[in-house]
């Protein structure tokens, strides 16, 4: 039916941060252009000026862009079909409303704010769906006329016809129909100027040549409203696809009070860019296998709107988790040193310094253990600073009669040698044990103790090779003296 290449759009109304609904709805049509070789358009949806947040629009770019989310065309772009952001095309939505006026498929209501609501109360009171009973649709040319010279307040309504059925196709529900008993003449354009959503969004729907619609399923409801403006316009209805609902753990709606809900909660603390868009891309579309793990250009290539369920989707916070982590392994040494040189500059060992050769040790040493790069300061701490405590529950496990006097050992044998490599700690340590005739375990304990402070962590041997031989003997001397005080 559509033959040229899609155009889809994200249009977001801007709250101040991007929601992780929104990333998701973004995110789905962002992968359905790029692999069907259409264009991603971003569109700002503020013509709701109650709600207008200071630094919103930025803030939600920001967000896309740090997910890698560039768009084709949006604010910014000079193209035909621009500018994107709806505050700016007041006139257009002005001009296809008077249309509308024009062919009787909406009209002007003056209806004051007491008359509606004592229209509702009636129909309350009658256990009614409140709906706007049409009054103003009886006023002559000449009395509309008169009203507006008098400067009286109006909105202009949609005609919603009394009982017919509107049918639309859904990608990932199929057929819907709605009833238009059930729908209200909704309002297109508001006393202050300013069109409804539903104006807005089918002028710009059309003018900027959206194929698909793709959105939450809190718009389905909205739809049959779209399809009856479309059909009044003459204009092409796009396809439609309303994406499910994503749901907390125990089945409610995604809500802030369960959890974090923006991009930007997600990014501050800690969480990879590539594992937010993997989690937020299966919340709601599998690619039918059991694969979970996926970059964005993978995704790319794997995903199919078709293939998007229609039942709600479980954030678990938990998949994300393991997913972080399961990124954080596969970058490169180099990268997470990177990564790991920035988060201790917002740590308390901000003032220290460490060489990026440094840091790429202790990163190896610690990938696998963490599911955070800030994990790694937190429960390596060993590595930024010398403990001066040890943990007791270690201690009263570990620590024996005869560790002081081994580590002393361990000591004189340290000092006469190179240890240059983490092999010559492993061979030393083992030689030593053998001399000693005592089992290894009964100095590698202690010894990690002294250099560690704990009991968990990466293997001795690379604990001992990253801070290196000094250091070492120190914390050795300093463990010994403070544990057999
Ligand atoms: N402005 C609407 C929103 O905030 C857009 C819905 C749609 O894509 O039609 O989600």
Redesign the pocket.
């Known amino acids: 039916m559509i033959s040229e290449k899609p155009r889809v ?5 801007p ?1 101040g941060y991007l929601h992780v609904g ?1 990333l998701r ?1 973004a995110l789905y049509n962002y992968l359905f252009a790029k692999r069907t070789g259409g264009t991603f358009i971003l ?1 700002i ?1 503020d013509t709701d000026r109650k709600r207008f947040v200071e630094g919103a629009v930025e803030n939600l770019i920001e967000s896309l862009k740090w997910c890698g989310l560039n768009f084709d065309e949006g604010p910014g772009s000079v193209t035909e079909c621009g500018p994107y952001l709806q505050s700016e095309r007041l006139d257009i939505y002005k001009k296809y409303v008077l249309q509308l006026v024009e062919s009787k498929n909406a009209y002007y209501c003056f209806c004051n704010a007491e008359r509606l609501e004592k229209l509702r109360e009636e129909q309350k009171g009658r256990n009614e769906q409140s709906k706007y009973d049409k009054h103003c649709m009886s006023l002559s040319d000449d009395e509309v006329k008169t009203q507006l010279d008098n400067n009286s307040p109006f909105v202009i309504r949609l005609n919603v016809p009394e009982a017919q059925t509107v049918k639309f196709n859904d990608m990932i529900r199929g057929d819907i129909e709605f009833n238009t008993a059930m729908i209200d003449d909704q309002v297109l354009l508001k006393s202050d100027g300013f069109p409804t ?1 539903h104006l807005a ?1 089918v002028v710009d ?1 059309h003018l900027m040549k959206i194929t698909h ?4 399923e ?2 389905l409801s ?1 739809t049959p409203k ?1 399809v009856l403006l479309y059909q009044y316009f003459n204009w092409e209805v796009p396809l439609f696809a309303h994406l499910p609902l994503l749901l907390n753990p125990d089945k409610s709606k995604l809500s802030k009070r369960q959890g974090d809900v923006a991009v930007e909660d997600y990014k501050g603390k800690g969480y990879l860019k590539e594992a937010l868009v993997n989690f937020v891309a299966l919340l709601g579309w599998t690619a039918g296998d059991d694969r979970e793990f996926y970059y964005l250009d993978e995704l790319v290539q794997a995903f199919e709107l078709e293939r998007v369920n229609k039942s709600g989707a479980v954030f678990d916070i938990k998949k994300l988790d393991w997913l972080n982590a399961e990124h954080l392994r596969k970058k490169s040494t180099t990268e997470l040193a990177g990564m790991l040189a920035e988060s201790l500059s917002e740590s308390k060992y901000a003032e220290k310094s460490f060489s990026t050769e440094y840091l790429s040790l202790v990163v190896d040493a610690m990938r696998e253990r963490v599911s955070f790069i800030k994990e790694i300061i937190e429960n390596g701490s060993y590595f930024f600073e010398e403990p001066t405590v040890y943990d007791e529950a270690t201690v009263k496990k570990r620590w024996t009669a005869e560790s002081a006097g081994l580590l002393n050992e361990y000591v004189s044998e340290l000092k006469n040698s190179e240890c240059n490599t983490k092999d010559d700690f492993d061979k030393l340590l083992h030689s030593l044990a053998e001399k000693l005739e005592i089992k290894i375990a009964q100095i590698i304990h202690p010894l990690r103790i002294a250099v560690s402070g704990v009991g968990g962590g990466p293997g001795v041997f690379d604990i001992l090779y990253i801070i290196g031989k000094e250091r070492v003997i120190e914390r050795i001397n300093r463990c010994v003296e403070t544990l057999s005080k």
């Open positions: 759009r994200f249009a977001p109304s709250t929104g709805t569109r949806e959503y969004n729907d619609a793709i959105r939450g809190e718009w909205s779209h």
